[in-house]
C-alpha cells in the first residue's frame, strides 16, 4: 500500500472548531499512546470518520517511556510461549518495513560465563531466527571470547567468579517510542483522521442503554464538548479502569500496574553500536545495556504500583538494583553520579487470577466489549501496537458497530517513510526519524541553531514541533518531539527558556504563557533528576 498524501495537522482553533460538528464520529478512540494511535490509524485506514481524544500529549505516559526495543521476547521464547514470541518477531519486521526512519536493527550480545550458557543462548536464538521467518532481521552467531569483547567492549571479564567464556550476537528492533507515536498521529491526519492532545473526557453518553459518545474538556481552553460515535474505544493503558468505571462504578479493575525504571549514562559505558542483554539476573529480571541516541540506557525493573501517576517517580531501591546490576556486568560500575537522567513507566499488565508477581503476569493484550458496547483493549508492547488495533477494530466489526471494512496497516507506510534520501541521516540519530520531513525541518529558521547538542535539538525542531507536530508545551518538545529530558535532564532545563521563546513565537503566547510553561516543566524535569 502507498503512503497517503502528507497533511498538515490544522491550529489547534481548527481543530476545536471540527469538534463542534453535529455529524457524528463513526470511532472515538480515547487515549494517545501506542495503543489508541495504533487502533484510531487502523479504523481511519479502513474509511472510517476517525476521532482520537488524549487528556495529556501524545505518548505521554507508559508509551515514551519503553526500553526503546521492537522485540519478539527473547524472556518469553524461555517461557515457552512460541505463539507469542512468533507474533511480536512478525509485528517486528512489519514496523521496520512500514517505519524504516524510526525502526532499525540493533546487535545484542549475550554474554556467556557459565559452562553451558553459549550453547544454550545459542539454540535459543537460532530457534528466535526461525520463528522471525522471512522477516529476520539478521541471523544470530557465536561469538569467542575476544569476539565478544570486541563486540561490547565494556563487558566485565568475570561476573561471581566465572570468567567470560564467549557469547552469541542476535538482532532485534530499535526505535524511539515518542516519535513513532508522532508519527502515527500524523498518519492518522494524513488517512482523514483527527487527534487533539490535551483533551480528557470527563464523561461517557447513553441512549437507550448504548454508549454512543463521550464528553470531552479541552484542557487548554477549559471548554467542554459532546461528542458522539457510533464506537467508542478505550485504549487508556493503565488507566483503561477509570474509564470504564465512567460506565459501571463497580467494574472490577482488569490491570495490575507495574513500573519500570531505566537509567541514562554517558555514550562511553557502550561505546560500540551493540546492545548487552543479560538474560536472566540474580533476581530473575532481563538487564538490558542499550546504546541509543548517542548515550547508554540500563533497565529494567519490573515492580507493582498499585497507583497511577501520570509522572511516577523511580525509587532508590529500584535505582540501586539497576547501577548494582549492571555494575556487576560492566567493567566499569556506573555511580549515581554518572546518571544524567532517570525515568520511570507504567505497564498495564492484565490481571491473572492468583497470580500476584507481576513479572508473571500476561503482557499479551485484552480486549473486552461492555454491556453499553464500549470495547476496552489494555496490555500488550508497542511492538504488537498495529496487531492490536487490527484486533479492536475486527471485533467493532463482529459486533455490529460498524459496517465492515478490511483491515490495511499491514502493508500502509507511516508518515515520513520511506525516509530520508540516502546520505541525509543516519538511522538512529535525531535527524533520521523525520523521514520524508527532513528537508521541510531543514529549511525553516534556526536550523543550524542548536539548543541541546546532546539531543540534537535546533530552534527548527522546536518549530517544526509546533507547526507540525501539535506540540503545546516546553515539555511536549524536550520530552517527546525530541528527547533532551530523557537523555541529560540538566541540558534539558538549560535550553528551557529558549524553546519556551520560540514556541511563543510560533503559538502567539505571551512573557507570562512562557514563564508558566517553563515552571511546569522545571517541575516535572526534578523527577529525571538523581539526588546525590
Not at 507469542?84 to 540493533?106: D, I, K, S
Not at 525541518?441 to 539531543?455: E, I, K
Amino acid at each position: 500500500m502507498t503512503a497517503p498524501r502528507a497533511i498538515t495537522p490544522p491550529s489547534r482553533e481548527r481543530l476545536l472548531g471540527q469538534l463542534d460538528s453535529a455529524q457524528p464520529w463513526d470511532v472515538i478512540v480515547i487515549g494517545g499512546g501506542a495503543t489508541g494511535l495504533g487502533t484510531a490509524v487502523d479504523a481511519a485506514a479502513r474509511g472510517y470518520r476517525t476521532l482520537l481524544v488524549e487528556a495529556a500529549d501524545f505518548a505521554k505516559g507508559t508509551s515514551s517511556r519503553a526500553t526503546k526495543l521492537v522485540h519478539g521476547g527473547v524472556r518469553y521464547l524461555a517461557q515457552g510461549n512460541i505463539s507469542l514470541v512468533r507474533e511480536a518477531l512478525h509485528e517486528r519486521g512489519l514496523l521496520g518495513r512500514n517505519a524504516p526512519h524510526v525502526v532499525w536493527p540493533l546487535g545484542f550480545v549475550v554474554p556467556a560465563y557459565g559452562l553451558l550458557d553459549q550453547p544454550f543462548y545459542g539454540i535459543g536464538l537460532k530457534m528466535y531466527d526461525l520463528l522471525a521467518g522471512k522477516l529476520n532481521l539478521r541471523g544470530s552467531r557465536l561469538l569467542s571470547r575476544s569476539q565478544t569483547l570486541a563486540d561490547a567492549p565494556t563487558l566485565a571479564p568475570r561476573v561471581n567468579g566465572h570468567g567470560l567464556r564467549g557469547g552469541v550476537l542476535y538482532y532485534d528492533g530499535q526505535f524511539d517510542d515518542a516519535r513513532l507515536a508522532t508519527s502515527l498521529m500524523r498518519t492518522l491526519f494524513d488517512l482523514g483522521g483527527v487527534a487533539v492532545n490535551y483533551m480528557g473526557v470527563t464523561g461517557l453518553n447513553q441512549s437507550n442503554g448504548r454508549i454512543d459518545g463521550v464528553t470531552a474538556r479541552d484542557i487548554l481552553s477549559d471548554t467542554s464538548f459532546v461528542l458522539r460515535a457510533k464506537c467508542v474505544i478505550n485504549a487508556t493503558g493503565v488507566w483503561v479502569d477509570e474509564v470504564r468505571r465512567m460506565e459501571d462504578r463497580a467494574a472490577p479493575g482488569m490491570v495490575a500496574p507495574s513500573q519500570g525504571v531505566h537509567l541514562t549514562l554517558p555514550r562511553d559505558f557502550l561505546p560500540g553500536d551493540n546492545a548487552i542483554l543479560i538474560p536472566k539476573t540474580d533476581d530473575g529480571r532481563v538487564l538490558f545495556v542499550v546504546p541509543w541516541n548517542g548515550h547508554t540506557i540500563v533497565g529494567t525493573t519490573d515492580v507493582p504500583r498499585p497507583d497511577l501517576p501520570l509522572e511516577p517517580d523511580a525509587s532508590r531501591q529500584d535505582v540501586d538494583f539497576i547501577l548494582a546490576t549492571a555494575g556487576r556486568y560492566l567493567s566499569r560500575k556506573p555511580t549515581r553520579a554518572d546518571v544524567t537522567s532517570v525515568w520511570s513507566g507504567l505497564r498495564p499488565l492484565v490481571k491473572a487470577t492468583g497470580v500476584g508477581a507481576t513479572k508473571s503476569l500476561s503482557r499479551e493484550h485484552t480486549i473486552l466489549v461492555s454491556p453499553g458496547g464500549m470495547i476496552t483493549v489494555t496490555g500488550g508492547k508497542w511492538t504488537t501496537y498495529r496487531r492490536m488495533a487490527q484486533d479492536v477494530m475486527d471485533l467493532a466489526t463482529r459486533e455490529q458497530l460498524l459496517p465492515y471494512a478490511p483491515c490495511r496497516t499491514q502493508d500502509l507506510p507511516l508518515h515520513g517513510a520511506p525516509g530520508a534520501p540516502a546520505g541525509m541521516a543516519r538511522p538512529g540519530t535525531p535527524d533520521a526519524y523525520y523521514g520524508s520531513d527532513l528537508p521541510q525541518l531543514r529549511a525553516l529558521p534556526g536550523a543550524d541553531h542548536m539548543l541541546v547538542p546532546s539531543s540534537g535539538l535546533s530552534e527548527a525542531h522546536v518549530r517544526f514541533a509546533a507547526r507540525f507536530e501539535l506540540a503545546r508545551s516546553v515539555e511536549d518538545v524536550l520530552a517527546r518531539r525530541n528527547r533532551a529530558l530523557f537523555l541529560d535532564s540538566a541540558a534539558a532545563l538549560r535550553a528551557a527558556p529558549d524553546v519556551a521563546r520560540i514556541l511563543a513565537e510560533e503559538l502567539n503566547h505571551d512573557a507570562a504563557w512562557q514563564r508558566r510553561t517553563v515552571a511546569d516543566f522545571e517541575r516535572t524535569a526534578l523527577q529525571y533528576q538523581l539526588a546525590a
